[in-house]
Nanobody
Framework: QVQLVESGGGLVQAGGSLRLSCVAS????????MGWYRQAQGKQRELVAR???????NYADSVKDRFTISRDNAKNTVYLQMNSLKPEDTAVYYC?????????WGQGTQVTVSA
């Protein structure tokens, strides 16, 4: 059974940085596509960034040049480095894995950016 455990969320001032981590278990991690989504209060969940098993990345326009997704296959971990944070980045951030034809989600970690 695939499990995803996120960490690294918290409260930060605008302009600050945070790094989110997601440790995966129960799959052959190097074969999985990974991503980060977020959901702000009252809004739909949206894609933030994703990285393929081969390391190709893509980002939401709103976070390009500020956020970086990466993966460490030796540690079964995907990261999201978030710089120049804005209040509008406040949301619950979810780790996502696509393994085979199945999708899996973490429990989410809260990121709050104060003005």
């Amino acid at each position: 059974q695939v499990q995803l455990v996120e960490s690294g969320g918290g409260l930060v001032q605008a302009g600050g940085s945070l790094r989110l981590s997601c440790v995966a278990s129960g799959s052959i991690f190097r074969l999985a596509a990974m991503g980060w989504y977020r959901q702000a209060q009252g809004k739909q969940r949206e894609l933030v960034a994703r990285i393929s098993s081969g390391g190709n990345t893509n980002y939401a326009d709103s976070v390009k040049d500020r956020f970086t997704i990466s993966r460490d296959n030796a540690k079964n971990t995907v990261y999201l480095q978030m710089n120049s944070l804005k209040p509008e980045d406040t949301a619950v951030y979810y780790c996502y894995e696509r393994y085979g034809v199945s999708d899996f989600w973490g429990q989410g970690t809260q990121v709050t950016v104060s003005a």
